[in-house]
């Protein structure tokens, strides 16, 4: 009723006990899967393609009846992830163009009802990350081009050809009813990731009465919300998109102030989150890597994107360089996973991460031998190469800790691990 919920909406909210601990896993956890993939797949220009190529909604739906991803394995996915050292993956389990990626009864524009495939992809995927022991969340867009309810239309998707009927409280409800069947028949679900406020901001959407619904439903489970401001009340985690927090390269956060909650930044591999055959403009897995490290010395995890094919493959570019992480990831893994930023905060050569008494000093540009660590006041045990334990030459100045390395650089990064006494 009207007042219950009203006054409910005005209480302040205080995360669970597994709220909490899932957030330190979050914090721990450091690296996810980004996956964007829909039937938009299909025609292979991204998952915008609908609104960017000005196609006719109705003419879009037609896509569901050829949607055949004989390929599609999700265990397949997966061990893909946990091979990159990955812990986590999130879903698209409804894009802007509203089709659904799994079993609903809230419309039958899905993935089960709708195309020839008929198999529900999230229980399918969440049943391999239970399987391989990573959690699974899942992208739930807040803007929708395909129902009629979605209206006034926000500031995209208004050339689809539609025409409205039905109320904004109708689409509020059908995505009440969805979150609740997403939270419900999947097992335990890591968190929801919000996206597409921005398309209405000034809408009534009752943020409190929907983040109120999923954590009743599951109190662990974090929700993000791609907003690009500072987290609203009810948010457990905050995002930045293809941006490390604070740096605004992408112009997105200029007003995101960054908050004490666990941060995430996402990015992708090539320019496109939905898979583009055209987009072969993919980052090298040094940057990727540089990128993921820089995610940790600045507190948040990196979630990386892949866009896998209609057929329900990954694209080459993004399997090899997945591989070459998770290499790289086997040896270095250790200092990352479970450390906090170190207490030399970003610097023009890279980062710091730190756990327990050590402390990884993370060189990623480095054009001479030595370099000053702006540390006083600590006691060191030792200083050494991570990868071999070679000690490393250094001297204590007024300044810090000067590092005096034999060479420079040359590795993708250049880890030096410092232990406390
Ligand atoms: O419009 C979406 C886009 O398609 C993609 O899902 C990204 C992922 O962060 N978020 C939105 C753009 O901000």
Redesign the pocket.
């Known amino acids: 009723g009207g007042i219950s919920s009203f006054s409910l909406a005005q209480e302040k909210y205080t995360p669970s006990k597994e709220n909490l601990e899932n957030r330190q896993w979050f914090r721990d956890a450091k690296f996810g899967m980004?996956i964007?993939w829909g039937i938009y797949s299909m025609l292979a220009d991204?998952?915008?393609v609908l609104t960017n190529k000005n196609l006719n909604e109705e003419e879009y739906q037609k896509l569901a009846d050829g949607f055949y991803p004989s390929k599609f394995n999700a265990d397949e996915w997966v061990r893909t992830a946990k091979d990159a050292g990955m812990k986590y993956i999130c879903f698209?389990s409804r894009?802007?163009d509203g089709f659904s990626m799994f079993d609903t009864k809230q419309s039958d524009y899905n993935v089960v009802k709708a195309t020839p495939f008929k198999r529900d992809v999230i229980k399918e995927l969440a049943e391999a990350c239970q399987k391989h022991g990573l959690k699974l969340f899942l992208?739930y867009?807040h803007?929708d081009w395909h129902r009629p309810d979605y209206y006034p239309w926000g500031r995209?998707g208004r050339n689809t050809g539609r025409t409205p009927s039905g109320t904004w409280e109708d689409y509020l409800k059908f995505m009440d009813a969805q979150l609740t069947e997403l939270l419900t028949n999947y097992g335990s679900i890591g968190g929801i990731w919000f996206?597409?406020w921005?398309d209405k901001p000034d809408a009534d959407w009752q943020l409190e009465r929907q983040y109120t619904l999923v954590h009743r439903l599951q109190p662990g489970c974090l929700i993000g919300n791609?907003h690009?401001k500072a987290p609203f009340e009810g948010e457990d985690f905050q995002?930045f998109?293809?941006d490390l927090p604070g740096q605004n390269k992408a112009g997105?956060s200029a007003d995101a102030e960054i908050s004490t909650l666990p941060l995430e930044s996402?990015e992708t591999m090539n320019n496109t989150?939905?898979y583009n055959i055209n987009d072969r403009n993919f980052k090298s897995t040094k940057q990727l890597i540089h990128t993921l490290v820089g995610a940790s010395g600045n507190n948040a995890n990196l979630l990386l994107?892949v866009g896998p094919r209609p057929g329900g493959d990954f694209p080459e570019g993004s399997v090899t360089r997945l591989k070459e992480i998770g290499e790289w990831m086997k040896t270095y893994g250790e200092t990352l996973y479970g450390t906090r930023a170190g207490i030399v905060p970003h610097q023009p050569w890279g980062v710091t991460t730190q756990k327990d008494n050590k402390l990884y000093v993370h060189i990623l540009n480095l054009d001479k031998t030595e370099l000053l660590l702006p540390i006083t006041g600590k006691k060191v045990k030792s200083i050494a190469r991570f990868k071999d334990k070679t000690p490393v030459k250094y001297k204590k100045t007024k300044e810090g800790i000067l590092l005096q390395l034999e060479e420079i650089p040359a590795d993708i990064d250049h880890v030096i691990e410092i232990v406390w006494r």
Request: charged letters at 15%; hydrophobic letters at 25%; a negative charge.
């Open positions: 980004f964007h991204g998952e915008w698209t894009h802007h992208y867009s803007i995209t996206d597409g921005w791609n690009h995002m998109e293809r997105y996402c989150w939905g994107n």
